[in-house]
């Protein structure tokens, strides 16, 4: 009896992959190399793994969902919103703690927008998941940053073609006022916004299948942060999880948030395989 195995591929886009130079279109606006914004150590060669894996295996492969980061310009945890005491800008990769606003170190740049921001940065710290960090201004709607990387795409058209299926994309991350690590939930959820709740929906998909494979960028963020939202609401079901570790990384600096995320998912029954243990099983379920 065939087996439901659904890939979840998380934010395999171009801004986090350290694409090599045959990767970088010209922008014809500034006749410079395209560059991704936050390239993740090891990506570009774990969404290679990933094509591989899909190309080989796709006959087992039930479903595919690939997540996108979706941010605009304008958003709380990029320096386009903050400004240093004095008015300088805050550089990528600043963490920002509400008694950091509160004292001046920091502030908005629209000082409307004070009130607001300290609420926001109150109740991400009451959760105790994160600090805000300010990063570069990533995965833009509508830029070439937030596209899929290519392998990826061509590979899992490969399945769309062979299956008579379709991928499911999810965006996250419209909402400037909060933060959105998690494909399932923001970390600070608006009542006015549903799309920064929990996507009950779409994890009721994943739980109706035998085996979740996860895959994507970058483990020490959105990955560790999907899959702890997942694995709380599955429970039990947890083990029907796999990561993939060679087709994920962690952000440059975040190696140990990874490993503690990688031995906890573990410690709760989610396996952690290679995509050479994996592939045997897609082709087992063909």
């Not at 914004?37 to 793994?49: F, I, N, W």
């Not at 980061?69 to 990029?78: L, M, Y």
């Not at 920064?196 to 970058?218: C, H, K, P, R, S």
């Amino acid at each position: 009896m065939k087996r439901h195995l659904h890939l979840l591929i998380i934010d395999p886009q171009n801004d986090f992959c350290d694409l090599p130079p045959a990767y970088l279109p010209i922008d014809p606006v500034t006749g410079a190399a395209r560059t991704p914004a936050l390239p993740v150590p090891g990506a570009h060669a774990d969404m290679q793994r990933l094509a591989t894996l899909i190309n080989h295996g796709r006959d087992g492969i039930s479903a595919i969902s690939v997540t996108l980061d979706s941010h605009h310009r304008f958003d709380i945890a990029h320096p386009t919103f903050w400004a240093g005491c004095d008015g300088q800008a805050v550089a990528p990769f600043t963490e920002i703690t509400a008694a950091q606003v509160r004292a001046g170190q920091y502030r908005p740049r629209d000082r409307a927008n004070l009130e607001r921001a300290l609420n926001y940065l109150d109740r991400l710290e009451a959760a105790g998941r994160y600090t805000l960090m300010v990063w570069p201004v990533h995965c833009e709607i509508g830029s070439w940053g937030q596209n899929i990387h290519d392998d990826v795409r061509a590979a899992y058209n490969g399945w769309e073609d062979s299956m008579h299926g379709m991928v499911a994309k999810l965006a996250k991350g419209s909402n400037p006022w909060t933060e959105h690590y998690s494909a399932v939930m923001a970390e600070v959820p608006y009542d006015d916004d549903p799309a920064t709740q929990f996507n009950t929906a779409f994890v009721d998909t994943l739980a109706a299948a035998d085996t979740i494979y996860v895959a994507g960028e970058a483990g020490s963020h959105c990955v560790k942060a999907t899959v702890e939202h997942i694995a709380d609401h599955f429970g039990a079901a947890a083990a029907k999880l796999v990561l993939v570790t060679d087709c994920i990384s962690p952000v440059y600096g975040f190696d140990a948030q990874y490993q503690a995320f990688l031995q906890a998912m573990a410690a709760r029954g989610v396996r952690l395989m290679q995509s050479g243990d994996v592939l045997p099983e897609l082709l087992a379920n063909a």
